[in-house]
């Protein structure tokens, strides 16, 4: 996974994930608690090809990432 961070991502996120595809994730502000959750929950996830609607359900739950 390609998780990135920071003022920039966090103000620009929409287009970084529209414009570069390859980007999994953002954590969007403070990411100490965002970041340590997405790889928590990405833990168990060897492989990019999950279902999709599955991984959202678990994600969209998590404050303060992009995806």
């Not at 287009?15 to 999994?24: A, Q, W």
């Amino acid at each position: 996974y390609i998780i990135l961070g920071g003022p920039h991502v966090s103000f620009l996120y929409q287009e970084i994930l529209n414009h570069f595809p390859f980007i999994d994730f953002i954590c969007i502000g403070e990411a100490e608690d965002s970041f340590l959750e997405l790889i928590t929950n990405l833990s168990g996830h060897t492989t990019r090809l999950f279902n999709k609607k599955e991984i959202q359900n678990v994600l969209t739950k998590i404050k303060g990432i992009a995806f």
